[in-house]
């Protein structure tokens, strides 16, 4: 092989999402490939700086013309028909839509869990659709953050065990990453509850745990998928009073639900229906 012809293959190897989408890579070094050792601060925290507040030079979520559908045996189900949505540095958006309307189909794109057929998504700043499954489950580790309705804690973990969780997953070392969990924890309000197990806790008590897991890594978004759908209408409250909360402090959230009385608590609402958003 001839060396022009090695160097050509080499391009087309480098995935693109180790490349910077600005000029900013003339001189970046390395830097590009440390984007995934490094697990950001949450945005509110004084260690910003360096490649954080680059990226926050970015939206947080920018995803266009996003088509998905399912196949049922022979047949096609449409169910995102060119999504377009973008969410500033700490803005708290709600996904409104009717049951089956793709929220959560949204939700798992935008969270690296599935990819679209077509369209375009940057995180960050960062083209994570030209990521592979390896580099993807590297970014749900270290920059989503997540909180589903059915909780989806270990039962056999203690919470601090369940926080601690998604640190195995990067490099951050033990100390630091147990003073994460104990902070994400106390954010939350449950450190007298912190080495109890699943079953010796409220519903309220629970999603408090998973938003501390979501909390812990110092994640770019926290996605939410009907966070207050197995709760009562109080604890519901008391979850969104949270949310709203960590949103004061700095994150940035995407929360998807059916609920008029909880989508108010979002600073911004915006509407899905038959795979559109249908406003703003
Ligand atoms: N893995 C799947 N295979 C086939 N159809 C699916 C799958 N996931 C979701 N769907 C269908 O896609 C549509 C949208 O689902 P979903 O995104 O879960 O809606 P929502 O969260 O708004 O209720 C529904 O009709 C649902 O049945
Ligand atoms: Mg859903």
Redesign the pocket.
């Known amino acids: 092989m001839t060396r022009s012809a090695w160097y050509g293959l080499k391009m087309i190897m480098i995935p693109d999402i180790f490349k910077h989408p600005t000029p900013q890579q003339d001189g970046a070094g390395g830097r590009a490939n440390s984007w995934f050792n490094d697990i950001s601060p949450l945005p509110n925290s004084p260690r910003r700086g360096g490649e954080e507040s680059e990226y926050l030079q970015y939206p947080v979520i920018e995803a266009i013309d996003i088509e998905k559908s399912y196949w049922m045996g022979s047949t096609v189900l449409p169910v995102l028909n060119g999504v377009k949505i973008r969410v500033e540095q700490n803005e708290f958006v709600a996904i409104m839509g009717p049951?089956g309307s793709g929220?959560?189909?949204l939700?798992h794109i935008l969270g690296c869990l599935d990819r679209p057929d077509t369209g375009t998504y940057h995180l960050g700043g960062r083209n994570v659709l030209a990521a592979t499954d390896y580099e993807l489950s590297r970014i749900r580790a270290t920059q989503i953050g997540f909180v589903f309705?059915a909780f989806n804690l270990l039962p056999a973990l203690t919470v601090f065990e369940n926080v601690r969780a998604p640190f195995s997953y990067s490099r951050i070392n033990k100390r630091e990453a147990r003073s994460r969990v104990e902070n994400a924890v106390a954010r939350v309000g449950l450190t007298h509850r912190i080495h109890h197990r699943p079953a010796e806790l409220s519903g309220g008590e629970l999603q408090r745990a998973a938003i501390a897991r979501a909390l812990a890594i110092g994640p770019k978004i926290i996605l939410a998928?009907?966070p207050t759908g197995n709760l009562d209408s109080k604890t519901g409250f008391e979850i969104m009073n949270l949310f709203q909360k960590l949103h004061q402090e700095g994150a940035s959230i995407v929360m998807?639900s059916h609920n008029h009385r909880v989508a108010e608590f979002a600073q911004r609402v915006i509407a899905l229906m038959d795979g559109r958003i249908t406003d703003k």
């Open positions: 049951s929220k959560s189909t939700l309705q998928d009907e998807i």
